[in-house]
């Protein structure tokens, strides 16, 4: 079964640090750009990295550049996102997301269950 | 960057067939890909490319686009497709970043 679990959320102070992780079964993982979405309690989607399939690009949201940083171990299957400096706006479900990237689209057709961040004091 | 915009809801009478649109600058370039998410469970992908459902996606869900105004159809809408329902595309910049829209929420009368 293709699958991604997330794993690390929890409650952190504002200025605080936390590091998610997300593990991949079922598929190639190698052979994928991943990403990472969060949701705000209440809210929409939003994207917030990228990381190619070697791990030699990644990009950002402006609000989390600087702050967060994605990478990836191909050889353990894992993508994570260290999170620094975090607000109260950072709050959110974190899911971590397979990308289908091709010339005109870009679709994350496999989601995690998401791990809940709560930045408060 | 660029912005995707949503109506916030649409309402469908149970067996109608509804639209919901998604309009933004990078569908002029890019093709949208619209999710379907439920309360309490992670997004789930029903149209991506030029129009095309992954497995499990029944076919009253459909897409198409036209300038910058993507679209998602549901042809016979059922009472399982109320739920909230987002677009995305790449950035218009080219580079792989990547905007949602902000969501409707489809309510099925």
């Known amino acids: 079964e293709v699958q991604l679990v997330e794993s690390g959320g929890g409650l952190v102070q504002p200025g605080g640090s936390l590091r998610l992780s997300c593990g991949a079964s079922?598929?190639?993982?190698?052979?994928?750009?991943l990403s990472w979405v969060r949701q705000a309690p209440g809210k929409g989607l939003e994207w917030v990295a990228n990381?190619?399939?070697?791990?030699?690009?990644?990009y950002y949201v402006d609000s989390v550049r600087g702050r967060f940083t994605i990478s990836r171990d191909n050889a353990e299957n894992s993508v994570y996102v260290q999170m620094n400096s975090l607000r109260a706006e950072d709050t959110a479900v974190y899911y971590c997301?397979?990308?289908?990237?091709?010339?005109?689209?870009?679709?994350?057709?496999?989601w995690g269950q998401g791990t809940m961040v709560t930045v408060s004091s | 960057s660029s912005e995707l915009t949503q109506d916030p809801a649409v309402s469908v009478a149970l067996g109608q067939t509804v639209r919901i649109t998604c309009q933004g600058d990078?569908?002029?370039?890019?093709?949208v890909s619209w999710y379907q998410q439920k309360p309490g469970q992670a997004p789930v992908v029903v149209i991506y490319?030029?129009?095309t459902r992954p497995s499990g996606i029944p076919d009253r869900f459909s897409g198409s686009s036209s300038g910058n105004t993507a679209s998602l159809t549901i042809t016979g809408a059922q009472a399982e497709d109320e739920a909230d329902y987002y677009c995305?595309?790449?950035?218009?910049?080219?580079?792989?970043?990547?905007?949602f829209g902000g969501g409707t929420k489809l309510t099925v009368l």
């Open positions: 079922g598929f190639t993982f190698s052979a994928y750009w």
């Open positions: 997301a397979r990308v289908l990237v091709g010339a005109k689209g870009y679709a994350f057709d496999i």
């Open positions: 990078s569908l002029r370039s890019y093709y």
């Open positions: 990381i190619h399939q070697d791990g030699s690009e990644t």
């Open positions: 490319g030029k129009n």
């Open positions: 995305n595309s790449r950035d218009s910049s080219g580079n792989h970043h990547v905007v």
